[in-house]
């Protein structure tokens, strides 16, 4: 009901007394069965004849209170529209045994706010309803991914940060940008047992048609280098990349490939067929996937300050 009379004077004396009133042509009251009837509709019920006739006039009957149902998030949301969403959880440290940060004076982890990130953009909308969405900021901390067991780890353990990024109230599914059925965990980082990914991936796509670069930002506005769910693999002599990240044009010196504009790798030394004890520090921008019941409160959706509230 896109918009219902909460407070109608007639028709609640009319339900309590059952007394008749006469409204436009004709119009029926009755205490145990209300009805309506009028030249100017063809409904009987009234709920649904008062709103054929809200859909006709386009506005609230003078004097009387209305409110705005909640409208399905894919019947109304387009590409590029922002919306407000909150993640649940507060906190976050990856755990030491997967990203290979220990907590030690060389590599301690820092803990993610993932609620910190709340604002986000529709990149795409899926054939069963559901809604693809990324977050506008990339997060504050950086998340370090240390040595041989970083690297073997890395996609599984970004897809894991990625999930503490949800609100079971509206998020279907989550993902690292850049995610899309690659080995999430490998044994040896040789190649025919962890291949190397592809940057033509469809995220960057999509993060690029709306926001013309995957380049992001702290909330603050510091410019902030990203992880991206890519092993570039064997990159030279002694250099294997572990991830994938962002960068601003002017850091980066170089450009990871042309559906990742400003890209650029992490790098770990590969000394005597082993990777030597570094650690690479990235931050993370999730993508969710909005469930398909999910209904809008307010809001249009054009700018931040006017983003979708969800009911």
């Known amino acids: 009901m896109k918009k219902r009379i909460k407070q109608i004077i007639g028709v609640i004396i009319g339900i309590i007394i059952g007394i008749s009133t006469t409204v436009g042509a004709t119009t029926i009251f009755n205490s145990k069965d209300i009805t309506y009837s009028s030249d100017k509709t063809t409904k009987t019920n009234v709920k649904d004849s008062l709103d054929e006739l809200y859909n006709k006039t386009g506005k609230c009957p003078k004097g009387q209170y209305c409110y705005t149902a909640p409208v399905a998030l894919s ?9 407000r969403m909150t993640p649940t959880s ?7 045994e997967l990203t290979g940060c220990m907590n030690d004076a060389n590599c301690t982890q820092n803990t993610l706010n993932p609620s910190e990130l709340n604002l986000w953009r529709v ?15 990339a997060s504050s901390n950086r998340i370090y991914l ?14 894991i940060i990625a999930a503490q990024y949800t609100n079971e109230k509206y998020v279907a599914r989550t993902r690292n940008i850049g995610y899309k059925n690659q080995m999430e965990y490998c044994t040896s980082y040789e190649e025919s047992s962890c291949p190397k990914d592809s940057l033509e991936g469809e995220d960057f796509k999509l993060v690029n048609k709306i926001f013309g ?50 890209c650029g790798y992490m790098a770990m030394k590969l000394v005597d067929g082993e990777l030597v004890d570094r650690r690479m520090e ?6 969710l996937t ?15 300050s006017t983003a979708y509230i969800l009911d």
């Open 75 to 83: 019947d109304k949301v387009e590409l590029g529209d922002y919306i």
């Open 90 to 96: 507060t906190s976050y440290t990856p755990p030491g």
């Open 123 to 137: 990149i795409r909308k899926n054939e069963d309803g559901t809604v693809d969405v990324i977050s506008v900021y």
């Open 146 to 159: 240390r040595g041989k067991v970083g690297y073997l780890n890395a996609i599984g353990v970004l897809n």
């Open 213 to 262: 670069s995957v380049i992001a930002t702290t909330m603050s506005g510091t410019m902030q280098r990203y992880w991206h769910s890519i092993r570039r693999g064997y990159l030279g002599e002694n250099d294997w990349g572990p991830g994938q990240f962002a960068y601003t044009l002017e850091t980066l010196g170089g450009d990871g490939g042309s559906s990742c504009t400003h």
């Open 282 to 287: 990235g931050g993370i921008r999730p993508v």
């Open 290 to 304: 909005l469930e398909s019941s999910v209904k809008l409160k307010n809001g249009d959706g054009k700018s931040e």
